[in-house]
């Protein structure tokens, strides 16, 4: 949650024209502090939308955030991946190894984001 909230920070900061995806939410806590962040995108499984929806207004209020996360440092984009303008710049930052954007637990992520998916389409 550290890193969305940090993400939103810096798309507000740079103007970034660019929406940011909470991806497989699981606690009704993150919910919340993607609302309350602004996040455009939030992906969760049906029972966690279905509880939610459920909740009151003063539910939500209330609801408060785990304190088991261990703090992030919080990152700034260099000159180089500020210089991206077009999904053209995006692609070859990528093919460059500018923008290295793989990583083990996204290609998990992706899996568990597919599933969830599936489980809204199909409830």
Known sequence: MTLVENGMKIKEKY??????????????EHMQRGILCKTELITAPAKVYKEWFMLTNEQKNVLKASTDSKPIKQWWPDD????????????KAIESNILDISHPLTDQGIIRFASDWKSILIS
């Open 15 to 28: 103007s970034f024209k660019c929406w940011m995806l909470e991806a497989s939410v699981r606690q009704l």
């Open 80 to 91: 180089n991946l500020l210089s991206i303008n077009s999904e053209a710049d995006f692609f």
